[in-house]
């Protein structure tokens, strides 16, 4: 079992700056790939972002791309988000994913998710 404790959301104005930070506790996080999701009330779940525990690539949405940096630091047991030049469209609920298999991560198919963290851009 893999326990995932999302945080650092808050209310930012559009063009300002957010970390997401996931704690993660249980088994090893080195052996999990991570992501982050964003879900607005109405709407299903979207990817965002990954991290493979394999090669540390990364994965991003065409949206985020260029404002947005997936972490991953496994001695503090923690996956980031970095988010920049945050947009009004950025808001929703952050929830961070991990799985063995960056693929199930990236389709959204992750074994364990966090309870979510609320990210409000204002315009």
């Known amino acids: 079992q893999v326990h995932l404790v999302e945080s650092g959301g808050g209310l930012v104005q559009a063009g300002g700056s957010l970390r997401l930070s996931c704690a993660a506790s249980?088994?090893?996080?080195?052996?999990?790939?991570v992501g982050w999701f964003r879900q607005v009330p109405g709407k299903e779940r979207d990817f965002v972002a990954a991290f493979s525990r394999i090669d540390g690539r990364t994965y991003y949405a065409d949206s985020v791309k260029g404002r947005f940096t997936i972490s991953k630091d496994n001695a503090k047991n923690t996956a980031y988000l970095q988010m920049n030049s945050l947009k009004f469209e950025d808001t929703g609920v952050y929830y961070c994913a991990a799985d063995s298999d960056v693929i199930s991560v990236v389709g959204g198919e992750s074994e364990y998710w966090g309870q979510g963290t609320q990210v409000t851009v204002s315009s």
């Open positions: 249980g088994r090893t996080f080195s052996g999990y790939s």
